[in-house]
């Protein structure tokens, strides 16, 4: 069997894993091994549909030491003012860019794609070839890092969670690309953003409203874009915090601090009669939100438990189809329903959500904190796991354990000198904007309510009949 050995061996080569790498490899003198089973880097976007798109802006994705795009806002479409989001086949050809002008011309990364990671046995990782079956055996020096256990499932490589009959027409929203004339129209399964994307897509290539029907389990809310802008528009990511803190402060529930949100403009929902308990995160355009809302045909609050020919099986009644109707599977999880663990161990780390934010800043973030000669426990302290369970009592949970984390890295002046500086950190520019009026009011209100706000989360959840 071939050997090898390594400072850190980084199982997953996606944003998760990617973005690890890259603060290691600008701010240690460290060897990396990085390994993912996909052929290149990339993780879950070399599987997605191909209409697929980031729902935030480029500019905070990636890693920290390689633009995404050009920071442009885009003037045209339904995106218009609003700085442009990287397609799937953008990220894939970023992340290979990455990998081929930053990692391996350092000298110090090696990239073992195709290989999958089989565990640790008499003291060396094993890793086997998806194409040859040999093995190889990692010596690890520093530690293991587990880049995968929050890896999001998706459509393409999730089988259906219902049955299936022969007769039906089930399709993936990649293989709807590929999709013939449909003279049955199309069912859209699914609430995510998978789901939506799919709908305005069919929308987008002249599909009628009333020939797609959506079944949604659970509906959603979503935050309004203009408030997730970086930049030159960062100013309203500042009233976001603001209005975000109090309505944390004085919510009485889960749902009354989203309807605080909504009064104010910033949260959205598909349906003014429906009081969602599902928040993942997700951004829309107002014109998106409307294109979505001239979809009328909607299921709501039932789990398709079969497609038939003759059309769906669903958790409280049937919904019946001519047998030319195409459906389209958005059902995956998404988000991973993996237990929260300690990020930092002796010879471990388990990259999870530590931030509020994005999964490629996260993941700087806990790089970066390796990267500091820093306790166990201190690391820790820095860094709490927080569960994104895509629900709103769960986000009401990351907000109240999240934000004070985020006020002890600030304390540590490394840290937050990098933090500051970092071109995933949406909120970068905040600081450009403080001779704006608006934005020290804003300021002033956080820190205001900041403390209070904290209370009454920890408090909501707490609470036995909190709903979300």
């Not at 993912?36 to 994705?61: E, N, T």
């Not at 490589?157 to 709807?176: C, G, H, N, R």
């Not at 979505?292 to 409280?316: A, D, K, N, P, T």
Request: hydrophobic share 40%; aromatic share 8%; proline share 6%.
């Amino acid at each position: 069997m071939q050997q090898t050995e390594t400072d850190y061996l980084i199982v997953g080569a996606g944003a998760s894993g990617m973005a690890f790498a890259d603060s290691l490899l600008t701010s240690t003198d460290t060897e990396l091994l990085l390994v993912d089973q996909r052929h290149a880097p990339g993780g879950h976007w070399l599987d997605a549909y191909p209409f697929v798109r980031l729902h935030q802006p480029s500019a905070y994705y990636g890693v920290n030491s390689l633009p995404l795009g050009a920071d442009r806002i885009d003037e045209q479409g339904i995106n218009a003012g609003f700085y442009e989001r990287a397609s799937g086949a953008e990220l894939c050809s970023y992340y290979q860019q990455v990998l081929d002008s930053c990692f391996l011309p350092s000298g110090r990364l090696r990239f073992a794609g195709c290989h999958r990671y089989l565990g640790l046995e008499d003291g060396t990782h094993r890793l086997q070839s998806v194409l040859t079956g040999k093995q190889l055996a990692v010596r690890v020096r520093r530690k293991l890092i587990d880049a995968t256990y929050t890896e999001a499932a998706i459509p393409a490589t999730t089988p259906p969670p219902f049955e299936v009959d022969q007769s039906a027409t089930v399709l993936t929203p990649s293989e709807l690309v590929h999709c013939a004339n449909s003279g049955g129209g199309f069912t859209v399964l699914g609430a995510g953003k998978t789901a939506m994307d799919t709908c305005q897509w069919l929308l987008d290539q002249g599909v009628p409203p009333d020939d797609i029907c959506w079944v949604r389990p659970r509906d959603g809310w979503f935050v309004e874009r203009t408030y997730t802008q970086p930049l030159t528009l960062a100013g309203h990511m500042m009233a976001f915090q603001a209005a975000s803190i109090e309505a944390a402060a004085d919510a009485r529930s889960p749902l009354d601090y989203a309807l605080r949100l909504e009064a104010a403009g910033m949260f959205q929902r598909l349906d003014q009669n429906t009081d969602p308990v599902v928040y993942r995160g997700a951004t829309l355009a107002r014109g998106e939100l409307e294109a979505l809302r001239s979809i009328e045909q909607v299921i709501r609050g039932e789990r398709v438990l079969g497609v038939m020919g003759s059309g769906l099986q669903l958790e409280y009644s049937r919904a019946r189809a001519n047998r030319d109707r195409v459906y389209i599977n958005c059902t995956a999880a998404g988000l991973s329903g993996a237990p929260a663990r300690p990020i930092f161990e002796r010879d471990r780390i388990t990259v999870q959500f530590s931030t509020i934010g994005v999964t490629p800043w996260s993941a700087a973030v806990l790089g970066q904190v390796e990267a500091l000669d820093l306790p166990l426990a201190e690391k820790n302290a820095l860094c709490p796991p927080l569960q994104r369970t895509g629900l709103l009592l769960g986000q009401l949970d990351i907000l109240a354990r999240g934000m004070p984390a985020e006020m002890k890295r600030r304390g540590v002046e490394p840290l937050d000198r990098w933090m500051s500086e970092s071109r995933l950190n949406a909120g970068r520019a905040i600081p450009s904007h403080m001779d704006r009026p608006d934005v020290q009011q804003a300021f002033q209100r956080v820190r205001q309510r900041y403390r209070e706000a904290v209370e009454n989360l920890h408090r909501l959840i707490a609470a036995p009949t909190g709903s979300g």
